[in-house]
């Protein structure tokens, strides 16, 4: 399992709102298999199997060109842990474990 | 206001665990003045003015080292806007009500 | 063509040292079909057709895992730009023009 | 001595094309002090004392909105070692040498 943290950014868009694209990302990422997301306000944060992760990755990443743009930067975090096994409310409840 | 995503990682710390600097850094960002933040599975988000953030930011970077690391690597993500207020809430619900 | 930078790092190493690591990925990058690269002190940036980049990214983001480390954080920025053919020389090069 | 990788992106430009804002960025650099820097098709990588490189890292975000701009998005990763000096050129030449 491996979670990654997504931002696509369309380039050269006219208007500086990008949540029509936003909103397209989303229905690109609901159609992916095996993976869970969600959405923040900065970024996406999907998890799962790492090779079902890159897929939804490179699918957000085309999202927008199908939505008419011509340029995209897309920026990706990814967090691969193999030792143990580590999903969102894991890592998030450690750290609430050791702020008490 | 801005709004940016933060993820601070400690290197060469023996161990793959890295909550305890994780927690620290949630406590630093409980003493800056000024700005709002929220922990996700990846990063913190802080919201604030410019200048205010900027300054958690740098606060965020040097905490680890004041936990006994000797290098960091620090990924920041800033979303500026001038043309109208953008929060988190706003962005989200922006992008929600297109969802609908 | 789509352009990448692509920074690996293992997390809970013994030492603050990345080089052993660095090295190992330059030479996954070397055995990659398709794509040109460029180590920079901060990343390595890849270029080539999207599908070798993605598949490049992939390979570096494992490479540290056949090395031993046990959890490994992966930042990517690519830019994609399908109006028009923009390599890496291109781009530098249109910034240099401006500057003249 | 500290090194970072910064991307400035303008939002909602009316072309795909953004060298004349970097190019402005490159001008704002280079009044800046006690830094050097150095613009890869990526991004700018910047080295100097840390409280330098964080005044030149805002002095990047802020340019494009002095060029127009209304929405900025910024991106940042800072290599910050502690134990022993590691200057751009000496990170480069230790992978070299493992390379041999």
Chains 1, 2, 3, 4 share one sequence.
Request: hydrophobic share 40%.
């Amino acid at each position: 399992m491996a979670i990654a943290e997504v931002t696509v950014i369309p380039i050269g868009t006219a208007t500086t709102s990008l949540s029509a694209y936003v909103a397209d990302m989303q229905r690109v990422l609901a159609s992916q298999q095996g993976i869970s997301y969600q959405l923040t306000s900065m970024s996406t944060i999907i998890e799962g199997p790492l090779e079902e992760v890159w897929k939804a990755i490179s699918a957000l990443h085309d999202a927008p060109f199908m939505s008419g743009a011509q340029r995209v930067s897309t920026s990706v975090k990814i967090d691969d842990r193999r030792d143990k096994a580590a999903s969102s409310e894991q890592k998030l409840q450690s750290v609430r474990s050791k702020l008490q």
